[in-house]
């Protein structure tokens, strides 16, 4: 069975650095076809796609928010890495990350996300 | 970036009846690479329906998709209690990927 679980702090200060792991089980990033993605939905509002990762390393990110975003991967330990720079009060939300695969190309199984707000 | 614009916004039907969405993309989408996704209150997403047309193992048959090119449309042929929800389109033709604002259908 394929699960994700997103984790990392709860509150941040603006200006900040996020850091957010997704650990996922029942799939590997080393397996050609993975691919795994950060998606954020602020209180009351639209899913907003962030970055995604895949198996071979390639790296794609929001048009929007790429100069703030670095997306990382560590295959030994299952897991993918989000940052995100300069922390704003906007980007409080609820953060998620979701596997694709290039069977369904869409976004398959997802983690059941983590809150982030952003106050001082 | 391809910008999706669903519609309606909300909606409110009742038991039995049939619901459309649709969503509408500012450029073409090849290959219908488009996906549809519900959320519940509180919950994350859950995948609907994949290439514009195929559903995902488990969902209901009375989910369906269908369209192409700039035009997709989400179906449900009877509406049951348990579809009261968000509902989300999503294009992954080209990066970045972006999702629709959403409709939540209420009964």
């Known amino acids: 069975r394929v699960t994700l679980r997103e984790s990392g702090p709860a509150l941040v200060k603006p200006t900040q650095t996020l850091t957010l792991t997704c650990t996922f089980s029942?799939?590997?990033?080393?397996?050609?076809?993975?691919?795994v993605n950060w998606i954020r939905q602020p209180p009351g509002k639209a899913l907003e796609w962030l970055a995604r990762i895949d198996w071979d390393d390639d790296k794609y990110y929001s048009t929007s928010l790429k100069t703030r975003l670095t997306i990382s991967k560590d295959t030994s330990k299952n897991q993918v890495v989000l940052t995100m720079t300069n922390m704003d009060p906007v980007d409080t939300a609820t953060y998620y990350c979701?596997?694709?695969?290039?069977?369904?190309?869409?976004?398959?199984?997802w983690g059941e996300g983590t809150t982030v707000t952003v106050s001082s | 970036d391809i910008q999706l614009t669903q519609s309606p916004s909300s909606l409110s039907a009742s038991l039995g009846d049939r619901v459309t969405i649709t969503c509408r993309a500012s450029q073409g989408i090849g290959s219908s690479w488009l996906a549809w996704y519900q959320q519940k209150p509180e919950k994350a997403p859950e995948p609907l329906i994949y290439a514009a047309s195929t559903l995902q193992s488990g969902v209901p048959t009375r989910f369906s998709g269908s369209g192409s090119g700039k035009e997709f449309t989400l179906t449900i042929s009877s509406l049951q209690p348990e579809d009261s929800a968000t509902y989300y389109c999503q294009q992954y033709n080209s990066y970045p990927f972006t999702f629709g604002g959403g409709t939540k259908v209420e009964i």
């Open positions: 029942g799939f590997s990033l080393s397996t050609s076809g993975m691919s």
């Open positions: 979701a596997r694709s695969t290039t069977v369904t190309m869409d976004m398959d199984v």
